[in-house]
């Protein structure tokens, strides 16, 4: 099965017969899962409008370099930023020597030459253009170029020739794109984190809550969408915003995060409980604000919090299930417990009696613990960190599903 689940695919198209056929590639990659945004070229203009295809993609279609309204919105430079693979289908002749001379007369060439994505084509034209030296010698210094050219196909063409030239059937097109992503880790698969602390609310103005910033979850979310994952982040109260292709769900109190973990569970191949959820809940939440009173102490019952992670995997159809320890003495040796007593496929364990990492710093450094052994990923960024974990969890996950 194909996927491009969070994958962004700019689709170009330029003047040629097969432009109708472009609308169809619209639909077969998001069927894929992909988020599709279309550049026409003005030639494209004459064989299918730009209309349709804003239609199909669900996005404004971008026509012009020279256009400061359309420039302002996104340009040829956010557009090349954005996108994580450029297909132009139909690709013209004309549109392969530009490619091939570096020419950026207009807003697809420009959107060629800025990005550093992978570039795909797929050729469509007359077989004698196809065949013609200037076209060949172009394909060589494309494919040179690392630029990936699907077909073209053989057969009956709408001006009557039969030859090379013929454009590949849509669906053929999004299975070559979709192949291009295969090698992601978490392709096809969803993902549930938590993240952040939670807060317990004592009265309508107190609660009591810890220092987790969410940043490593924030990050591990981050990294498992860039892998290809349907990514639900459930968050606490943090202040960090929502990283791109992530679908987060704002919660406060650990039951609210229970709750919310509960609906996203069932159809989850992995879950990530990276959130420092809050031990104890006072038993009840006053209606109104407590009275400080004459007393020099004060009794705050408390009541034990579902465990989240716990109830995950007890599942009968458990996902991949990975927990945070957050220690601060017997790092290793308490991990090592939680994996066993929660019946995790695997601990990140931290220490956090160490200021330069842990809670609200940018750095972090872990042992990822599971059955077989413990594996030190030293001090590193909280985005590297947390691009290392899915990997290695996607290895794991992977053997343990796949072997
Ligand atoms: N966790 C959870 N729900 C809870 C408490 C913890 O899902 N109610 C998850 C955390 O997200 C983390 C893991 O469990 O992935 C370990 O959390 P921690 O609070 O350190 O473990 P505890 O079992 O509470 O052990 P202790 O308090 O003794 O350290």
């Given at each position: 099965?194909m996927?491009?689940?969070?994958?962004?695919?700019?689709?170009?198209?330029?003047?040629?017969?097969?432009?109708?056929?472009?609308?169809?590639?619209?639909?077969?990659?998001?069927?894929?899962?992909?988020d599709v945004?279309?550049v026409?070229?003005?030639?494209?203009?004459?064989f299918i409008?730009?209309?349709?295809?804003?239609?199909?993609?669900?996005?404004p279609?971008?026509?012009?370099?020279?256009?400061?309204?359309?420039?302002?919105?996104?340009?040829?430079?956010?557009?090349?930023?954005w996108?994580?693979?450029?297909?132009?289908?139909?690709?013209?002749?004309?549109?392969?020597s530009k490619?091939?001379?570096?020419?950026?007369?207009?807003?697809?060439?420009?959107?060629?030459?800025?990005?550093?994505?992978?570039?795909?084509?797929?050729?469509?034209?007359?077989?004698?253009?196809?065949?013609?030296?200037?076209?060949?010698?172009?394909?060589?210094?494309l494919?040179?170029?690392?630029?990936?050219?699907?077909?073209?196909?053989?057969?009956?063409?709408?001006?009557?020739?039969?030859?090379?030239?013929?454009?590949?059937?849509?669906?053929?097109?999004?299975?070559?794109?979709?192949?291009?992503?295969?090698?992601?880790?978490?392709?096809?698969?969803?993902?549930?984190i938590?993240?952040?602390?939670?807060?317990?609310?004592?009265?309508?103005?107190?609660?009591i809550?810890?220092?987790?910033?969410?940043?490593?979850?924030?990050?591990?979310?981050?990294?498992?969408?860039?892998?290809?994952?349907?990514?639900?982040?459930?968050?606490?109260?943090?202040?960090?915003?929502?990283p791109?292709?992530?679908?987060?769900?704002?919660?406060?109190?650990?039951?609210?995060?229970?709750?919310?973990?509960?609906?996203?569970?069932?159809?989850?191949?992995?879950?990530?409980?990276?959130?420092?959820?809050?031990?104890?809940?006072?038993?009840?939440?006053?209606?109104?604000?407590?009275?400080k009173?004459?007393?020099?102490t004060?009794?705050?019952?408390?009541?034990?919090?579902?465990?989240?992670?716990?109830?995950?995997?007890?599942?009968?159809?458990k996902?991949?299930?990975?927990?945070?320890?957050?220690?601060?003495?017997?790092?290793?040796?308490?991990?090592?417990?939680?994996?066993?007593?929660?019946?995790?496929?695997?601990v990140?364990?931290?220490?956090?009696?160490?200021?330069?990492?842990?809670?609200?710093?940018?750095?972090?450094?872990?042992?990822?613990?599971?059955?077989?052994?413990?594996?030190?990923?030293?001090?590193?960024?909280?985005?590297?960190?947390?691009?290392?974990?899915?990997?290695?969890?996607?290895?794991?996950?992977?053997?343990?599903y796949?072997?």
């Open positions: 099965m996927h491009l689940i969070n994958k962004r695919v700019l689709l170009g198209v330029t003047g040629g017969i097969a432009a109708y056929k472009s609308a169809e590639i619209v639909r077969r990659l998001q069927d894929a899962g992909a945004r279309v026409m070229t003005k030639g494209a203009q004459e409008t730009a209309l349709t295809m804003q239609a199909l993609s669900g996005n279609v971008h026509t012009d370099l020279l256009d400061p309204q359309a420039e302002a919105a996104m340009g040829h430079i956010e557009l090349s930023r996108a994580d693979v450029v297909l132009v289908a139909p690709a013209s002749a004309n549109f392969m490619l091939a001379t570096g020419d950026g007369s207009d807003l697809l060439s420009t959107v060629c030459l800025a990005t550093q994505s992978k570039i795909v084509l797929a050729p469509a034209m007359n077989q004698g253009m196809w065949r013609n030296a200037s076209t060949q010698e172009n394909l060589k210094t494919l040179e170029r690392d630029i990936k050219i699907l077909g073209p196909a053989s057969g009956g063409q709408a001006c009557g020739d039969v030859g090379p030239g013929r454009m590949l059937e849509p669906d053929d097109i999004a299975t070559q794109v979709a192949s291009l992503f295969e090698q992601d880790a978490f392709a096809g698969l969803k993902v549930v938590t993240a952040g602390p939670t807060r317990e609310a004592i009265d309508p103005v107190r609660y809550s810890n220092h987790s910033s969410g940043k490593m979850g924030y990050a591990i979310a981050e990294a498992a969408a860039e892998a290809g994952a349907k990514t639900v982040l459930v968050s606490g109260p943090v202040q960090l915003s929502c791109a292709r992530v679908d987060r769900q704002d919660v406060v109190s650990a039951l609210q995060m229970y709750e919310a973990v509960s609906k996203e569970i069932s159809d989850a191949d992995i879950f990530i409980g990276a959130a420092a959820v809050a031990d104890f809940r006072p038993v009840e939440e006053a209606s109104e604000k407590i009275k009173g004459a007393s020099d004060m009794t705050l019952n408390m009541t034990k919090n579902p465990d989240i992670i716990a109830m995950v995997a007890q599942r009968e159809d996902p991949f299930t990975v927990g945070f320890a957050a220690e601060t003495q017997n790092v290793l040796e308490y991990g090592r417990k939680k994996l066993e007593a929660k019946k995790l496929d695997m990140i364990a931290n220490d956090v009696s160490d200021q330069s990492i842990g809670f609200n710093s940018d750095d972090n450094a872990v042992t990822l613990i599971d059955k077989e052994a413990n594996e030190n990923l030293s001090v590193r960024s909280k985005s590297q960190l947390a691009r290392d974990i899915i990997q290695v969890i996607a290895k794991k996950y992977k053997s343990k796949h072997a």
